[in-house]
C-alpha cells in the first residue's frame, strides 16, 4: 500500500513542516541576510580563514566563505536561511515538503533547479562555488553527480554528517552540522546562537517529561506487507527518548529497517509515531490503513488510537530535529503541557 517512496541511502527524505517558533527569527529565520545584498559584504573575508573542513573523508580548504550556493534536499537550505545566509544561495531542488513558514518567502526568492535532484549540468547552469547535499543520493556517482566529479570543475562540496558512516546519530550531530556551516561560511556567532536556543529548546521539553514513566512508540514510516521502521541508530530513537519515550525497535542495529507486522503486534508499543512526507500516502491513509489491520487490533496503540505525527525532516540533522523533541513530547505525555 505504501511503498518504500524514496531512494536516499539509508534514508528516504522529506516532510511537512514544524512551524519555528519566534526563537529563530532572531538567528536569520525570516529575518534580512546581515550580508547584505551589496557584493562588498558578500565578498569581504571574515576572521579566521582559511578554514580546513574535513567531511566525510573529503578535506577542503575555503580560503573565503563560498558566495554561490546550491542546496539539494530541504533541510540543508532551511539551515542556511536558519543562518541568514540567503544571499549566498543561488538555487535549492527537491522541495518535497511544506517550507516552514518564516522561511517561505525567502525560500520561494530563490530559483529552484529541479523537482528531484538535478543534473551535474543542470547545476553547473547555477555556477555554484559550493554545492551543499542533504542525503546520500545528492552525490550519486551512476548519476554523475559525485564529489569527484564537482572537484574536478573547480566547485567545493559538503554533504550532511548524516551520511558519513557513522554508527549512532545524536543530536549532537545537529549541533555540529549547524557549526560546521556557520565556520564555513564566516558566521560562527549565528551558529552558535542557534545552537544554543535549540540546545534550551530540547531540554526544556525534555524536564517536562523526565519524571514521567517512559512510554513505548513504534515508528511507522510506510509498508504494508511490513515495516519500514526507525532503528536503534537513527536520530529518531533518541527524540523519543529525551521526549519520555523508547522506540520499540531500539534494538534494530539500522537507522532504518523493516520488520514484521508479528513483531510489532508481540513489542505492543502504547503510542504509533507517523512519518509524515511526500510520496509515502498522507497521513490519514496511513491511519486507516493501521486501524483497518485485524492483526494489529490489539496492539494498545491501535486499540486506544493513540498516534503522534512527526515529519520526517524533523528526524534529521537539521534546524527542525530540536523542535520535533517538544512535539513529541507533547503527543506521548500531554498531561505534562496542561
Known sequence: MFPHARTRGLLRAAATAVALSSVLLTTGCGSSDDDGGDAKATTAVPAGFPVTIDNCGVK??????????????QHP???????????????????????????????????????REPSFEKILDAEPDFVYGGYGSAFAEKEGRSRKAFAGAGIDTYLNREYCGK???????????????????????????????????????????????GVSVFVYDSGDKSAFTAGGKSLGTELIRLAGGKNVFADLDDVFGDVSWEQVVERKPEVIAVY????????????????????????????????????????LVGIRSAYAVEDLARGLHPESFR
Do not use: C, W
Open 77 to 115: 537550505a532551511e539551515l542556511m536561511l536558519a543562518l541568514g545566509l540567503k544571499t549566498r544561495m543561488v538555487g535549492t531542488a527537491y522541495p518535497d515538503s511544506a517550507v516552514l513558514p518564516e522561511l517561505k518567502k525567502e525560500y520561494e526568492a530563490i530559483p529552484e533547479l529541479a523537482e
Open 276 to 315: 509524515d512526507y511526500a510520496g509515502a500516502g498522507s497521513v490519514e491513509a496511513k491511519k486507516k490503513f493501521l486501524l483497518s489491520q485485524p492483526a494489529l487490533a490489539d496492539v494498545p496503540a491501535v486499540r486506544n488510537k493513540r498516534f503522534v505525527v512527526l515529519p520526517l525532516t524533523a528526524t
Open 167 to 213: 554508527k549512532q546519530v545524536t543530536m549532537k550531530d545537529t549541533y555540529d552540522e549547524i557549526r560546521t556551516i556557520g565556520k564555513i561560511f564566516g558566521v560562527p556567532d549565528r551558529a552558535d546562537k542557534l545552537v544554543a536556543d535549540l540546545q534550551s529548546r530540547v531540554g526544556k521539553a525534555a524536564a517536562e517529561v523526565e519524571d514521567e514513566p
Open 60 to 73: 577542503t580548504t575555503y580560503d573565503k566563505p563560498p558566495s554561490r550556493v546550491v542546496t539539494i534536499h
